[in-house]
Each structure stands twice: as structure tokens, then as C-alpha cells.
């Protein structure tokens, strides 16, 4: 088995394991893009968007919905 974020192999009786490529919230539903639209959204800031949602792409184009881009 592999991790989903990171790739790296995990043993079968390895259930979890501490991702760095995974986002801060353990957004593990695999909606990560989505999380991190609305916190780029409600927070105006792409950056925090995608740490803690895990998504850059979703934080920017969160932070983009207000109309500015890294205000």
C-alpha cells in the first residue's frame, strides 16, 4: 500500500503514517481541492488556503474569488 500524498510505501500493517505532503486540517476524504477553495475564500489568502486545506491550486483560487491574488 502507498500513501495517497506522499507515495511512499506503507506496510499492511501500517494504517497511518505523518505525510508532509499532506494538508495541516487531515483532510482525508480526498475533497482536499474543495477544503482549501473555501478557506482561500473565506480567509482571502491563497497561502494558508493551501497549508491547511493541502491544495495550492484550491487556495488560489479561493484567494482569487475576492478578486485579488496574495493581498
Known sequence: ??????????????TEHECPKRGL???D???SFLVS???GAV????I??????GDFIGGIL????DGDLFD
Do not use: F, H, P, Q
Not at 479561493?62 to 474569488?65: A, I, R, S
Open 25 to 27: 486540517l487531515r483532510v
Open 29 to 31: 476524504t480526498g475533497d
Open 1 to 14: 500500500m502507498y500513501c495517497k500524498y506522499c507515495k511512499e510505501y506503507l506496510s499492511a500493517m501500517t
Open 62 to 65: 479561493g484567494d482569487v474569488l
Open 48 to 53: 494558508i488556503g493551501g497549508v491547511l486545506g
Open 43 to 46: 480567509t482571502n489568502s491563497a
Open 37 to 39: 477553495t473555501v478557506i
